[in-house]
């Protein structure tokens, strides 16, 4: 929308646009983003300028464009009438928005995903494994080195994201890398970030995940391993509900059970987070008639 106002073209304040020419007048139209424009204002308009800075002002003299005002249809009006005017289409919102008002919104709703999409997220150069430059590497050593539980996102895979080197936590924005630094430094960063529950923690748990719990490598549907193949027959056979975990997926877990159980082979059986044993175990106390009391909790 696009209002006209009388008066000298006088003092009109750092909100103005000084428009010259059709052409000019053109681009201006192109470039704002605000759907309502006032032109040619008097000092009352530069207050009006103050008061509603989402409407665009700009200072036109009508006898150097005749055209423009002819195609768009502007009128003048006096201060009073033009005020009220200018304050009833800002505050009712009377004027769609600009289109690049919805490209912010949008990218609003995409940042407040992302930004909640884990307790604790990192915008970073690169990723965790790979990360560009010194600031990136420097913030995710600083966070391994803290224990801290943490997903991140590439900023250069999306540049309409890209906002520079950032950790949030709940959606809360923490800082950059020196702000980081200052954390860990007061000893603050531990009680505001979420930390990686430690190996021993996550195998208890994991080994606690069911009743009876198998580690081998790959899982009940593909064993390719002997021992994994006979141990499963084994299960099988007594009818007893249990599940796998396939060690081949988490090197950590892998290398990590060995010392927990202190038995290095693999596949190992636990009954409610305590280790039966391995295939040679199983198999004795199958024979024996003592595995199914054991896997049903009578033994």
């Given amino acids: 929308m696009v209002v006209g106002a009388a008066g000298a073209a006088g003092a009109a304040g750092a909100a103005v646009e000084e428009v010259g020419s059709a052409r000019q007048f053109e681009e201006l139209l192109c470039l704002k983003a605000k759907s309502l424009l006032v032109l040619h204002m008097n000092e009352v308009m530069a207050e009006l300028a103050k008061e509603h800075p989402q409407v665009s002002f700009a200072k036109l003299e009508a006898e150097g464009v005749p055209e423009v005002f002819e195609k768009y249809e502007i009128i003048g009006a006096h201060a009073p009438e033009l005020t009220k005017k200018v304050q009833r289409l800002a505050s009712n919102g009377s004027f769609p928005p600009s289109a690049n008002e919805h490209l912010k919104e949008h990218l609003n709703l995409r940042l407040k995903k992302l ?53 949030y936590v709940s959606g809360t924005l923490i800082g950059g890398l020196h702000i980081i630094q200052e954390l860990e430094a007061s000893e603050e960063l531990d009680t505001i970030c979420p930390k990686t529950p430690k190996l021993k923690e996550s195998l208890k748990v994991l080994t606690n995940k069911a009743s009876v719990m198998l580690f081998m490598k790959e899982n009940k549907q593909e064993a390719k391993c002997g021992f994994g193949k006979q141990i499963l027959e084994i299960l099988s056979s007594t009818d007893v509900e249990y599940e796998t975990y396939d060690i081949l997926e988490d090197e950590e877990v892998r290398q990590g059970l060995k010392a927990y159980s202190n038995r290095p082979m693999y596949p190992q059986l636990y009954m409610k987070g305590e280790l039966v044993g391995g295939l040679d175990i199983v198999k004795e106390l199958e024979e024996n008639g003592e595995l199914l009391p054991i896997l049903r909790g009578e033994n």
């Fill in 115 to 167: 930004t909640h999409a884990a307790p604790c997220m990192l915008f970073i150069k690169g990723t965790p494994q790979e990360p560009h430059f010194g600031f990136s590497k420097q913030m995710v050593e600083i966070l391994h080195k803290r224990n801290i539980q943490f997903s991140s996102f590439d900023i250069f895979s999306d540049e309409e994201v890209r906002q520079g080197l950032k950790l």
